[in-house]
């Protein structure tokens, strides 16, 4: 048959032409296809991968020797992690989860080869994980994988330099410098070193902002003063925009269906503007795309292809932008009851509490501002 009737008409049959369909219909964001198409495919039903497999080929590929006995004790890890912490919408121990830490950990190995394998691999998965973590998870976590890995200890990394230009940045705006959120955003850095899109996740007034602005601004700092010794002191721009403030047309960019005139979005615009930096005065500036607003599956979803390693921005009108190098997503958002799974596993997440800031902090720096307004004698 060269031929069939398609719509009244006749087509052209291609045999070299196949349509592949992957879905999983269980969550949101994700819908079933309609019964007289599902009825044109062959379904074919898919099993869980082997984790440990795939974690130790990838663990060999990055030049470890003991990736049989790192890749057990790893996907071991994250499954009791899955038992055993806590439910919370933001957590992911899936294939990508896994897959990013290898990744950590190959980088990691290339920089430093005399250290310990399991000890790169014990960094890898603790700064991969540890930001998103509840307070109350972190002694369980520690403890599996003081269980996996018996008398280990992994030395943490000195952020010396960048500690100072974050505590310095800080003060310029008469901000306190507590021990536990200057953590945060040390981990804000080390999650974008694994992920190029980052999601700051917590309840207004947790420092969500704050968060990442010091992050820029002490990078950018760093920057100015002449250190070169990491690849991530570089000058750092920050775009912001709330995407439920406007339409999916202003967001993503439309056509007019009647003069069939294409209208740029601001998701497209940005993304633009990143490509034509890269040719600036400035090429090897961040940038960063801040996303501040709820997310859920109906415009997150269309953020997809950008999220994982494609790096790739679809847009409606057929064009596809590659995502630079300097660019990094980033979302503030209040919680992921919405968000589906997928979106979830392509974030690194680093999640606020207010145990981090406290309310001392803003006492003292609500009393710092005050100084010179209410008379001394009210404020002591």
Known sequence: MSEFE??????????????FITM???????????????????????????????????????????????ARKMVNLYKLSSEQLSKQDHYDFGMRAVKSVLVMAGSLRRKDSTTEENIVLIRAMRDSNVPKFLEHDLPLFEGIVNDLFPGVEVPFIDY?????????????????????????????????????????????????????????????????DGNTSDPWYKSVHI???????????????????FTMEWTEGLVSKLFKDAVAALEGDKPDAKRWINFDGPVDALWIENMNTVLD???????????????????????????????SPATVSRCGMVYLEPVHLGWKPLIKTWHENNTEVIPAQFLD
Do not use: W
């Open 6 to 19: 398609f719509n009244e008409k006749m087509m052209p049959l291609n045999l070299r032409f196949g349509v």
């Open 24 to 70: 999983n219909p269980g969550y949101a964001g994700r819908t079933e296809l309609p019964d007289n198409l599902k009825a044109l495919f062959r379904p074919v039903a898919m099993m869980i991968p082997d984790y440990r497999l795939i974690a130790q080929i990838i663990l060999y590929s990055e030049g470890f020797v003991t990736a049989d006995e790192l």
């Open 160 to 224: 010396g330099k960048l500690q100072e230009a974050i505590e310095n940045q800080l003060r310029k705006i008469k901000y306190q410098t507590p021990a536990k959120y200057i953590k945060k955003v040390i981990q804000l850095l080390e999650t974008m070193m694994v992920r190029h899109g980052v999601m700051l996740v917590g309840l207004t007034g947790t420092g969500k902002t704050t968060c990442q602005r010091i992050l820029g601004k002490a990078l950018t700092q760093l920057y100015n």
């Open 239 to 257: 775009d912001t925009l709330n995407p439920k403030a406007v339409t999916m047309g202003e967001l993503f960019g439309e056509t007019n269906i």
């Open 309 to 339: 390693d494609n790096k790739m921005l679809c847009l409606p009108n057929g064009q596809r932008i590659k995502m630079p190098a300097t660019c990094t997503m980033m979302f503030e958002v209040q919680d992921l009851r919405v968000a």
